[in-house]
C-alpha cells in the first residue's frame, strides 16, 4: 500500500473536524473552496475560511496623491486623505461581503463555517492558524 493510500484510509477512519481553507479572489480559490466545502459535507467538519494579506484593503496598489509640495515634500490634503480613508472603508467592506459569501456557500450545503481576515505576512499566519 502506498504512502497516499495510507493517508487516505486514515483520514477516512477519522474525517476532519475543522479544515482550514485559504482564500485570495482567484479562480484557484473558487475551486479549493469547493473542494473544501465537499469535504466538510463528507466528513460533517466545520471550515474555517481564512484570507490573509500584507497590507490592509485597499483600492488599487497605487495611490495618486494630489496636493501641493512643500520644501520637506509632498503634503496630503485633508480632503485627499478622508477620500482615501473612505476608499479603503469600501474595499474593506467588499472583502467583508466576500468572505461573507463564501460561508453561505457553504452553508447552503449544510456545512458549518466561519471566516477571519487578516494583515501580516500571509504564509506565516496561515502555518500559525492550522497549528491551532
Request: proline letters at 2%.
Amino acid at each position: 500500500m502506498n504512502v497516499q493510500n495510507q493517508i487516505s484510509e486514515k483520514i477516512s477512519d477519522r474525517g476532519f473536524q475543522k479544515i482550514l481553507v485559504a482564500v485570495d479572489e482567484s479562480s484557484a480559490s473558487d475551486r479549493v473552496l469547493a473542494k473544501a466545502i465537499e469535504l466538510a459535507e463528507k466528513y460533517g467538519s466545520c471550515l474555517k475560511i481564512v484570507h490573509c494579506t500584507k497590507e490592509p484593503a485597499s483600492v488599487s496598489s497605487t495611490t495618486i496623491a494630489i496636493g501641493h509640495i512643500n520644501a520637506y515634500g509632498g503634503v496630503y490634503s485633508r480632503e485627499i486623505y478622508e477620500a482615501e480613508e473612505q476608499l479603503r472603508q469600501e474595499a474593506e467592506k467588499r472583502l467583508q461581503l466576500w468572505l461573507q459569501d463564501l460561508v453561505k456557500q457553504a452553508s447552503d450545503r449544510h456545512v458549518r463555517a466561519e471566516f477571519e481576515y487578516y494583515i501580516g505576512d500571509p504564509g506565516s499566519r496561515i502555518c500559525e492558524l492550522a497549528l491551532n
